[in-house]
């Protein structure tokens, strides 16, 4: 958990101001560790569940601001 939380971290540190609203980095960076963590146990947990699915299923569910931070 701890690798995603420093990954979204570090992301959000390098995006910028601009890219988050103005609530706290850390609390965000949790709440996204926690969600990918939870996706990634549902795949392996399930084996007609395709790598693409996963990826699909992230990309739907991360936050709009993410896509545009991930340009910067």
């Known amino acids: 958990m701890r690798h995603f939380a420093d990954y979204a971290l570090a992301f959000l540190a ?3 101001d601009g890219a988050l ?3 706290s980095r850390p609390v965000v960076a949790q709440f996204l560790a ?3 963590a939870g ?3 549902a795949w392996l947990a399930d084996a007609s569940v395709s790598k693409q699915d ?7 569910c991360a936050p709009a601001w993410w896509a545009g931070a991930a340009e910067r």
């Open 34 to 36: 926690h969600g990918f």
């Open 54 to 60: 996963l990826v699909a299923a992230g990309v739907a």
């Open 14 to 16: 390098r995006a910028g």
């Open 21 to 23: 609203p103005d609530v």
């Open 39 to 41: 996706a990634i146990r």
